[in-house]
């Protein structure tokens, strides 16, 4: 059904409500991802839900019902980032977590087929929430929405409001980046 | 096609946003190279590490809090 036509207002709020239910796990996912924060993505997440709830009927349609929910929550989570710029320095500044300077990400050493005990290991997973800080809170949504979810990059553009070739153009860049700073973690598993 | 200008098409190659001809000379270029096979490997095995990890949930609280909030609404006049 669709929740911005001509449906009664009852089946438009279910559609919404069912929705937000069955999205919550994915926008919470979403919103950590941008803030790295559990407590700044709760609040994220609640924010969203209000502003949804509040604008139901401003809903029309041009997108799915979750794409919307999904833009509300990055925007949320955005907001809250800059708010919180303001009082300190963000999560990404850790300076240890910074991708080496100068060098040519694509050029970083290979990662030489490390063994899936290592590959997808604790240590790596771990190695990998740090080196996502390396990255901008815009390149670590379309990473979770595309690497983690794999939605379509068009869809991925719907929700963050930009054109789906600069979408490819941040998820290349942030590819890059995880790779050249994972490989420092292979390298010292090796070892 | 070198090595940069395939570095800098790798990921719309793997999306599957290029013309076929390139795709071709991309696929021609892996086979022959193998610092950007390797590039490319490890990529994929990133992409495998992320799809690997376990998703975060709402915390029980806020899916509580939430359910509590929607319900409400849909039950008001």
Redesign the interface.
Same mark, same amino acid.
């Given at each position: 059904m669709d929740p911005g036509g001509a449906a009664p207002e009852t089946s438009r709020?279910?559609a919404l409500?069912k929705a =937000?239910?069955e999205e919550?796990?994915?926008?919470? @996912?979403l919103a950590?991802r941008v803030t790295r924060d559990?407590d700044l993505a @709760?609040d994220a997440?609640?924010e969203a $839900?209000?502003t949804a709830?509040e604008r139901e009927s401003g809903f029309r349609g041009e997108s799915s019902l979750a794409t919307w929910l999904h833009r509300i929550v990055f925007t949320k989570a955005i907001d809250l980032l800059r708010r919180r710029g303001r009082e300190g320095p963000l999560p990404e500044d850790d300076p240890e977590a910074r991708p080496p300077q100068g060098g040519d990400m694509?050029?970083a050493p290979?990662?030489?087929?490390?063994p899936d005990a290592l590959? =997808?290991g604790k240590e790596? !997973?771990v190695a990998?929430e740090k080196a996502l800080g390396a990255l901008t809170p815009a390149q670590r949504a379309i $990473?979770e929405l595309k690497? @983690?979810?794999?939605r379509p990059?068009e869809e991925v553009a719907a929700i963050l409001g930009m054109p789906?070739g600069t979408v490819?153009v941040h998820?290349?860049r942030a !590819?890059l980046k995880? !790779?050249s700073l =994972?490989?420092e973690h292979f390298r010292r598993g090796r070892t | 096609m070198s090595c #940069?200008e395939l570095?800098?098409r &790798? *990921?719309?190659f793997a999306?599957g /946003?290029l013309p076929p001809n390139l795709c071709e000379e991309i696929r021609s270029h892996l086979k022959d190279c193998s610092?950007c096979s390797? &590039?490319d490997? #490890?990529?994929a #095995?990133? /992409?495998?590490?992320?799809?690997?990890?376990d998703?975060?949930?709402?915390?029980a609280d806020?899916?509580q809090?939430?359910?509590e909030?929607?319900?409400a609404? *849909?039950t008001r006049g």
């Open positions: 709020r279910e409500s =937000l239910l919550g796990d994915r926008l919470y @996912a950590l559990p @709760a997440v609640q $839900f209000a709830l694509g050029r290979s990662w030489a087929r490390p590959l =997808l790596t !997973r990998l $990473f690497e @983690a979810e794999g990059t789906p490819r998820l290349h !590819r995880l !790779r =994972l490989g | #940069d570095l800098r &790798l *990921t719309e999306e /946003a610092p390797e &590039l490997r #490890d990529l #095995d990133l /992409a495998r590490l992320c799809r690997e990890c998703p975060p949930k709402l915390p806020l899916r809090r939430l359910e909030r929607i319900r609404w *849909t």
